[in-house]
């Protein structure tokens, strides 16, 4: 089975600041990895995903994460952040099996504030 | 209309009352899901469908029924719930269940139990 620990809850930051939020996982097999975004009142849209190659996955609206193998993590980051970033943001991971689960993390509030 | 819609948004019901959530998807997709998300908590997995097949669920209370009468609607029945069941309900869709498929997600129904 897969684990997913998003170490802050909350991250506040002002308009143009980079920020990262923190995902690690835990897994016996390989694993694919995602991040979705969920703005108030909308469902989860997906960020961007890492299944194989490059460790380095750029996603939408300038968003980006690297996988580390041997830190099992998987970090997303985002040079200069805009107000309309204010989301939450969830990192999810699923085994490389036939029917294995999307397994989510608890979430990290982005406020950016002007 | 495209991607994963969700009727109703709100639903406020009473804990005899019985009510049906709806999820439609336009992206031709074989295997829908049902999650819970509750506040601090991660998402939870109900049910997965995949070719109108119920393969996963995830020891949901009775209270709960999906039915999937095809690979493009999804349903799921309340009746004699509790204020703990007071969520947002998601719905998700992918081209199938498992592998590097992506889950695209619809907005939600907030569910209060009164």
């Known amino acids: 089975a897969q684990s997913v620990t998003q170490l802050d809850s909350q991250v506040p930051v002002f308009e143009e600041a980079p920020v990262e939020l923190r995902c690690n996982y835990s897994?016996?097999?390989?694993?694919?990895l995602f991040w979705y975004v969920q703005y108030p009142n909308q469902g989860l849209q997906l960020l961007l995903k890492?299944?194989?190659?490059?460790?380095l996955v750029k996603g939408i609206n300038g968003f980006e994460a690297e996988f580390n193998k041997s830190q099992t993590s998987f970090h997303l980051r985002k040079p200069s952040v805009h107000i309309s970033d204010t989301a939450e943001y969830f990192c999810?991971?699923?085994?490389?099996?036939?029917?294995?689960?999307?397994?989510f993390g608890k979430g990290t509030k982005l406020t950016v504030n002007p | 209309e495209t991607g994963v819609t969700q009727t109703p948004r709100h639903l406020v019901m009473g804990m005899t009352n019985k009510k049906s959530l709806k999820c439609e998807q336009h992206?031709?997709?074989?295997?829908m899901y049902w999650y819970k998300q509750s506040a601090k908590k991660p998402l939870e997995l109900m049910f997965v469908?995949?070719?109108?097949?119920?393969?996963e669920n995830n020891s949901v209370p009775s209270r709960f029924s999906p039915e999937c009468p095809n690979s493009s609607h999804l349903f799921l029945h309340l009746h004699t719930l509790q204020p703990e069941d007071s969520a947002l309900y998601l719905c998700?869709?992918?081209?199938?269940?498992?592998?590097?498929?992506?889950?695209?997600f619809g907005p939600g129904t907030r569910l209060t139990v009164l």
């Open positions: 469908y995949s070719l109108e097949e119920r393969v």
């Open positions: 999810a991971v699923k085994g490389q099996g036939g029917s294995e689960k999307l397994v």
């Open positions: 998700a869709s992918s081209t199938r269940q498992g592998g590097t498929d992506t889950q695209y």
């Open positions: 992206l031709g997709h074989n295997a």
């Open positions: 897994s016996s097999v390989s694993v694919y």
């Open positions: 890492y299944l194989s190659g490059s460790t």
